[in-house]
């Protein structure tokens, strides 16, 4: 992240008096049990923890092909699979070269624009520590689940603009694959214009889904209130301040690659939680009726935002 030089970047949050959901019939609509399974597949014992580099994260990768390959998609350059190198660094200074693999599609819109949304989530997680495997359900099989919902509903309700899909690699690693593309932003499509993020969407005791980017952009405000005013969950704005410190999400996932670019955001997630990089966030442990909430959720809003940039 360090290095970048942000761009200006200009967009126009704009509602219609209508209301967006009622713009575009099915808005929500996705298969239920398809994402159910999505989750449960990417956060089972098998997948090891999907650590970038491991046999399990190569499963995981191997299961989402599949399920692209499935929808029929487009690819981006010449395809899904897209690798670049990293070097990690460890606590004590060692510094050890890793390839991550970062997978992305693209559905292209229906409007005459020149514009392309990116929507975006991490596959992997922390792989198996002391023995236990981090299964990472909440983080980030549900991001993905709910990439994928996305998919699903625009490949049948096509968008106005371009979207172009990334399911990252080594989020967990310092946000690797976000920044990988960032870094190579104007060769893959230099029409991009704005990122949707999910990260952590399946569990809230409080029935609480986080939208951040808002205070980086306020003329996003309204567009958030109408998406909230129709979520099946409560929708809240916040965790994007700087004076919040460690509770200011701005650069904690792959929107903030992002955002140091220029190009505005908004990330969808849930506050931590007890099961947060636990070996307890398993596929058993998730609240399945509040994950169908998020996920509907987030596709609707993916409509709203497409169908309001400008």
Request: charged letters at 25%; a negative charge.
């Amino acid at each position: 992240m360090i290095g970048f030089k942000p761009r200006t970047r200009t967009l126009t949050a704009i509602i219609s008096a209508s209301c967006l959901f009622a713009a575009t019939a099915n808005a929500a609509d996705f298969d239920r049990d398809q994402a159910v399974e999505t989750l449960k597949v990417l956060a089972a014992d098998d997948m090891g923890g999907r650590a970038t580099g491991t046999p399990g994260n190569a499963k995981a990768r191997a299961f989402l092909l599949e399920k692209i390959a499935d929808l029929d998609v487009d690819v981006v350059g010449s395809s899904y699979e897209h690798m670049f190198e990293f070097t990690l660094e460890g606590q004590d200074g060692s510094q050890t070269p890793m390839v991550g693999t970062n997978l992305l599609f693209r559905i292209e819109g229906s409007g005459d624009t020149d514009k392309t949304l990116v929507i975006s989530a991490h596959y992997d997680h922390v792989g198996i520590q002391n023995g236990e495997v981090f299964n990472g359900a909440d983080d980030n099989a549900s991001g993905v689940a709910g990439l994928m919902a996305v998919a699903e509903n625009f490949k049948n309700t096509p968008p106005v603009n371009d979207v172009l899909f990334a399911l990252f690699d080594a989020e967990e690693m310092g946000l690797q694959g976000a920044r990988a593309f960032v870094g190579n932003i104007e060769n893959t499509d230099a029409n991009i214009v704005f990122n949707i993020n999910f990260d952590m969407l399946s569990r809230s005791d409080k029935n609480e889904l986080y939208v951040a980017g808002v205070f980086h952009r306020p003329d996003l405000k309204p567009l958030v209130e109408q998406i909230a005013a129709e979520a099946p969950v409560k929708l809240l704005m916040g965790h994007d301040d700087p004076e919040l410190g460690s509770n200011d999400w701005t650069l904690s996932s792959d929107h903030g690659p992002f955002h140091r670019e220029g190009i505005p955001f908004l990330y969808f997630g849930v506050e931590d939680h007890p099961h947060y990089h636990r070996a307890s966030d398993e596929f058993d442990t998730v609240p399945v009726d509040f994950f169908l909430r998020s996920i509907e959720t987030v596709v609707s809003a993916a409509h709203a935002i497409d169908q309001s940039l400008k």
